[in-house]
């Protein structure tokens, strides 16, 4: 992969996901009524709307906080980045805060987004022989170990009949799968947009499933577990102003198209489609995401990929519930 092509594949500063499979030590305190908000995000969707608008910047300013906005690759370097309190809050998609909270992370879901399903999926290069999740058996799957997409590709296989050990999983970062799938060096690529997005209009390839198709499963808002107590009208204030950014994103879906492209150096094309499928919005915690949340952790321990058993509720912000 050239280095132009590399660079639209990676948009984030913060390379590894190792820390999905790290023990995490004791976290230190936050210091009450912080005067700088640290917020980790990737560069896509509701973040970078938000960031471009300063929704959150003019919410915080009569409290007289300040935001910071830290750039990550993906979900599971976040969350180690909150156990440790080096940001305040932050987003991921559904497993990093299960591996996290098996791994004894102190992290709290504060708030949910909608399901990304038709935005994520599993797909191969057309002419592959590699159509359908059957045809997945004994391949090279290329994911980040405890991302959303591992949910994926566990999901897909278990509602076809199959196993995790029938694949060959290469857990790499987005930018490093997408290199190993342009050199044909995996055999699928599972991912999240714009990632996808940027796959389907360089490589029109062939879609073997999406999330949408076997999971039901939403995005978080996280917090370190120190952080809300003293700061819930921060974190208030911030939800309230990401559900204003959410709701022009969602009435203007050319002009988000149009902000990443600008942002993250991203096709337009390839932006354009991941905002077109894309669901904005911000809710509470309720009984049902729990379950759902709950679903994604009992299978990930009953397959081995977390150490032992945990209870999601136990990690829920009480003031993010319904």
Not at 49 to 63: C, F, H, M, N
Not at 309 to 317: E, G, L, R
Request: net charge neutral; no cysteine.
């Amino acid at each position: 992969m050239n280095s132009l092509t590399r660079r639209q594949f990676s948009i984030a500063s913060i390379a590894g996901l190792g820390a999905a499979t790290m023990g995490f030590g004791a976290a230190p305190a936050l210091a009450a009524q912080v005067k700088t908000l640290k917020i980790g995000y990737q560069k896509t969707g509701l973040p970078v709307i938000a960031q471009q608008q300063k929704s959150i910047e003019t919410a915080l300013k009569p409290l007289g906080t300040g935001v910071e906005w830290v750039e990550f690759s993906a979900g599971p370097p976040l969350v180690e980045a909150l156990n440790v309190g080096s940001i305040h809050l932050g987003w991921t998609g559904d497993a990093p805060p299960v591996f996290g909270q098996a791994s004894g992370a102190a992290i709290s879901y504060i708030a949910a987004f909608p399901p990304s399903g038709k935005g994520e999926a599993i797909f191969a290069k057309s002419g592959s022989g590699i159509t359908t999740v059957a045809d997945l058996k004994g391949k090279k799957v290329a994911f980040g170990k405890g991302t959303s997409s591992n949910n994926l590709v566990v999901a897909a296989l278990e509602a076809n009949g199959l196993q995790f050990t029938d694949i060959e999983p290469v857990y790499l970062s987005p930018a490093d799968a997408g290199a190993a799938f342009a050199a044909d060096k995996v055999d699928a690529w599972a991912v999240w947009d714009p990632f996808f997005a940027i796959a389907e209009v360089r490589y029109k390839p062939t879609v073997i499933v999406r999330t949408a198709d076997v999971l039901t499963v939403n995005s978080y808002f996280l917090a370190n577990r120190d952080f809300p107590p003293d700061n819930a009208e921060i974190i208030h204030k911030t939800l309230d102003a990401l559900r204003e950014s959410a709701a022009w994103a969602a009435a203007n879906r050319d002009k988000v198209a149009q902000a990443l492209h600008e942002v993250t150096g991203v096709p337009l094309a390839a932006q354009q489609l991941a905002a077109e499928r894309q669901d904005f919005g911000v809710s509470p915690i309720t009984p049902e995401i729990i379950a759902g949340q709950q679903a994604t952790a009992d299978r990930f321990y009953r397959i081995g990929l977390i150490p032992k058993q945990i209870d999601v509720a136990d990690a829920v912000w009480s003031g993010g519930k319904a």
